[in-house]
C-alpha cells in the first residue's frame, strides 16, 4: 500500500514539475538551473519526459 501511495505522490510530483517547466522553462538540478528559454523549440523534450514520467507513476 505505501509503495502506491508513494508512486502517486511521485506522479502528482512529475506533474508540478511540468507545470513548473512550461511557465519559466528553466528546470533546477541540485545547485543548477538549466534555462530552455533560448533553446527555440527544444523546451518540449523535457516536458515531454515529465509528462511520460507522471503517467507511468499513475499508472503504478
Given at each position: ?27 533546477k ?32
Amino acid at each position: 500500500m505505501l509503495d502506491k501511495i508513494a508512486s502517486f505522490l511521485t506522479g502528482i510530483m512529475c506533474f508540478l514539475y511540468l507545470i513548473n517547466f512550461t511557465v519559466h522553462k528553466h528546470v533546477k538540478i541540485g545547485e543548477k538551473y538549466i534555462k530552455f528559454d533560448d533553446a527555440g523549440i527544444l523546451w518540449i523534450l523535457p516536458a515531454i519526459v515529465f509528462l511520460i514520467a507522471g503517467i507511468c507513476f499513475f499508472y503504478l
